[in-house]
């Protein structure tokens, strides 16, 4: 009985998805899920309050995604050189990947009721920071918040350069960089 849950909820999610990124989050109705999802609306808030509700399960669902490839791609690595080197590899390949799901969902997120809109914004935040926090200890053993804003806003420009620029930065010099940054007595 539970795998039939999950599938409903998941058949959802995926109907949800199509639809916000084909009409857009405000365009579609809870109905439209529904129809194509194949459930009854009754079904729906089984599982979901609300569409925002539901927009929320998409967007951390996207960005556990991303930390389950980060942390797959790095934990191998002792040199943590290296380390960050596959962590920009593996960020450039999601760049190229979820930047059209993310760009529509934060688009999306902006029609969203206010309330709606800081609860979505403090949990993607949170979800970042914790994906962050996993890599740089794995990195250094420790982290500060110093160190999450470094790594944060290179990766954020890194994103941006690849996707609106087109560009991909040199990322054994990135990586190389960033490192001693964190760690400056070793690179002095």
């Known amino acids: 009985m ?5 599938d409903k909820r998941k058949k959802i999610v995926d109907s949800a998805l199509v639809l916000f990124l084909k009409k857009g989050f405000d365009r579609t109705s809870i109905a439209e899920i529904t129809e194509l999802s194949g459930i009854s609306k009754g079904n729906f808030y089984t599982y979901f309050s609300s569409k925002e509700e539901l927009l929320k399960e998409i967007v ?5 995604s991303i930390k389950n490839e980060l942390e797959n791609n790095i934990k191998e690595k002792d040199n943590p050189v290296e380390a960050l080197e596959e962590f920009f590899r593996t960020n450039l390949s ?28 403090e949990s993607i935040n949170k979800k970042i920071k914790e994906a ?19 790594i944060w806003g290179t990766t954020l420009a890194f994103w941006i350069e690849v996707t609106m620029e087109g560009k991909t930065p ?15 007595k070793e690179g002095s």
């Open 2 to 6: 539970k795998k039939k849950k999950i």
């Open 60 to 64: 951390n669902t996207v960005i556990d």
């Open 94 to 121: 999601l760049a190229r990947t979820y930047t059209p799901s993310i760009i529509i969902s934060l688009r999306e997120t902006g029609f969203a009721p206010i309330d709606s809109r800081k609860m979505l914004s």
């Open 132 to 150: 962050l926090k996993f890599f740089i200890i794995s990195l250094k053993g420790s982290c500060n918040k110093e160190d999450i804003t470094l």
């Open 170 to 184: 040199h990322i054994k010099k990135l990586s190389k960089k960033i490192w001693y940054g964190l760690n400056a």
